[in-house]
């Protein structure tokens, strides 16, 4: 390896271990991220496109730039969405309160298909299916106090 290859060989290096382990964000996102990781790498391997590695090192840092904002605002909307979900796990809890025996199996059979949706992966699913729960739950509790 020739000293002027050194550093090619530690960018190709640095690709790949973004292309490994990139950080979490949208599946679509992600995988546009890592074809565009591919296309630099094979730019900087090739020993006749050597004229085009300064253009693609400074395409590959934009490109991470803008993935890893990506990445940084998924993780806040699901942070959101995991506090969102908290909120209404409390204020179900606040409603699962009743002492009459139909509405104690009411909320036994809540509190099992609460357990049932670490089932879903998807959070928004899992929001879309608790906030489900939550109502009827709360339709329960509605009917107890009348």
């Known amino acids: 390896m020739s000293p002027a290859s050194a550093p090619l060989v530690t960018f190709d290096r ?3 271990v973004l292309s490994a382990t990139p ?3 949208d599946a679509a996102d992600t995988s546009a991220f890592l074809k565009k990781l591919e296309d630099y790498r094979h730019v ?3 020993p006749t496109r050597h004229m085009e590695v300064p253009r693609v090192s400074e395409a590959c ?3 991470c730039q803008q993935y890893f904002k990506l990445s940084k605002d998924y993780h806040r909307d699901r942070e959101e969405d995991l506090t969102e ?3 209404i796990l409390r204020d179900a809890a606040k409603m699962s309160v009743g002492d009459s025996t139909e509405f104690n199996a009411e909320v036994l059979a809540s509190s099992y298909r609460f357990s049932k949706l670490q089932e879903h992966h998807d959070i928004r699913d899992l929001k ?3 906030v ?3 109502s009827s ?3 329960s509790v509605e009917e107890k106090q009348k």
């Open 61 to 63: 840092v934009q490109a």
């Open 85 to 87: 979900l908290i909120s």
């Open 23 to 25: 950080p979490v964000a």
């Open 44 to 46: 900087v391997i090739d």
């Open 132 to 134: 489900a729960e939550v």
């Open 128 to 130: 879309r299916h608790l």
């Open 14 to 16: 640095l690709m790949g």
């Open 137 to 139: 739950l709360r339709h």
